[in-house]
């Protein structure tokens, strides 16, 4: 039996750690590293990896989420075996799903204006934008999606929403909510000039996020930065999806 070290930072690694347990693997939590031999040591999403622990040559692979490429390439340089267990399209697509989720949670608790027939804008069609155009749609929302390829607004259109190239934004005075999932600056102080005062942003994409925060916060706009929404909102079953691709992992490398 493979023994296993988990590091249970919080809800969603302890829960990792209870459905391993419950697939013939021995697990020992820790919120910390210890120095002992491990078939693999379970890191959090997005670690905080440092040179020491990627020369402990005491586990024999190491799992984390969202690595970067550097800590893969100092992992290699070090002779470690680093795996990046969301580094796969059902995990991405199941995540997106819960992402998706818990905005419409978001905007349904901060907002004075129903979800119901309301005008949403959606910054971008990946993943996220996608399945969030799916759910918002079961509301009857008046939806508008950017996207930057042809393709994706051929797609857009042919699915029954609205479309509007993602450079050519100007105006977003009609929408009661905007929800950014492009990871670069789009909702800049040009565009947030014409938010209307009761519109809801929520920002889904990962730090810095698309928007001029700094505007929004001097101009009291109703906006939120969502992030780590599936381990805030659905541990569990988040969990449980991370969970499959470890296991995946360790079979396929035992």
């Not at 799992?63 to 070090?78: F, H, P, Q, T, V």
């Not at 399209?89 to 905005?103: C, D, G, S």
Request: with cysteine; charged share 25%; net charge positive.
């Amino acid at each position: 039996m493979k023994k296993i070290l988990i590091i249970t930072s919080d809800d969603r690694q302890k829960h990792i750690a209870t459905y391993l347990k419950q697939h013939h693997l021995i697990i020992y939590e820790n919120t910390e590293y210890v120095k002992d031999y491990f078939d693999a040591l379970i890191l959090p999403m997005s670690p905080l990896l440092n040179k020491e622990l990627l020369q402990h040559n005491s586990y024999k692979m190491i799992l984390g989420g969202r690595l970067s490429k550097d800590d893969l390439e100092i992992a290699k340089k070090n002779k470690i075996e680093l795996v990046d267990y969301f580094d796969n399209e059902y995990v991405k697509y199941e995540n997106a799903f819960l992402t998706a989720e818990a905005a419409i949670a978001i905007a349904i608790n901060n907002s004075v204006i129903s979800l119901k027939n309301s005008k949403c804008l959606i910054t971008g069609f990946g993943r996220i934008g996608k399945i969030l155009a799916k759910l918002l749609n079961a509301f009857n929302c008046d939806i508008t999606i950017t996207a930057r390829k042809d393709s994706d607004l051929g797609l857009i259109n042919t699915l029954g929403y609205k479309s509007i190239y993602t450079e050519e934004l100007s105006d977003i005075s009609k929408f009661n909510y905007i929800f950014n999932t492009i990871p670069y600056p789009i909702l800049d102080k040009r565009l947030l000039e014409t938010v209307q005062k009761k519109a809801l942003i929520i920002d889904l994409a990962s730090k810095p996020g698309g928007t001029d925060f700094s505007y929004v916060k001097s101009k009291g706009l109703n906006c939120i930065h969502a992030l780590s929404l599936p381990s805030k909102f659905s541990p569990e079953s988040d969990a449980e999806i991370l969970s499959k691709s470890i296991l995946k992992i360790l079979s396929e490398r035992s």
